[in-house]
Nanobody, 115 residues
Framework: QVQLVESGGGLVQPGGSLRLSCVAS????????MGWYRQAPGKERELVAT???????TYADSLKGRFTISRDIAKNTVYLQMNSLKPEDTAVYYC?????????WGRGTQVTVSS
């Protein structure tokens, strides 16, 4: 059973930074890709960033330059570095891992950007 556990969320002021972590229960090179999505209140879940097994990264156009996805295979962890945070970045952030047969989701971590 694959488990993904996110951490690192919290309350931050506008312009601040946070780094989210997603720890997987199995070796992450087993996944075709991993990524982050987010869901704000009253809105649909949206893609934030992905990283493939070949370390190709993609980002939502609106987030390029502020967010960076990375991974540490030795720690079975994927990170999302978020800089210059804005109130509109407030959302629950979810980690996802993709295999040829399944997508696995974490339970999410809350990020609130407010003064």
């Amino acid at each position: 059973q694959v488990q993904l556990v996110e951490s690192g969320g919290g309350l931050v002021q506008p312009g601040g930074s946070l780094r989210l972590s997603c720890v997987a229960s199995i070796r992450i090179f087993s996944f075709k890709a991993m990524g982050w999505y987010r869901q704000a209140p009253g809105k649909e879940r949206e893609l934030v960033a992905t990283i493939t097994s070949g370390v190709t990264t993609t980002y939502a156009d609106s987030l390029k330059g502020r967010f960076t996805i990375s991974r540490d295979i030795a720690k079975n962890t994927v990170y999302l570095q978020m800089n210059s945070l804005k109130p509109e970045d407030t959302a629950v952030y979810y980690c996802v891992a993709t295999t040829p047969n399944n997508d696995y989701w974490g339970r999410g971590t809350q990020v609130t950007v407010s003064s």
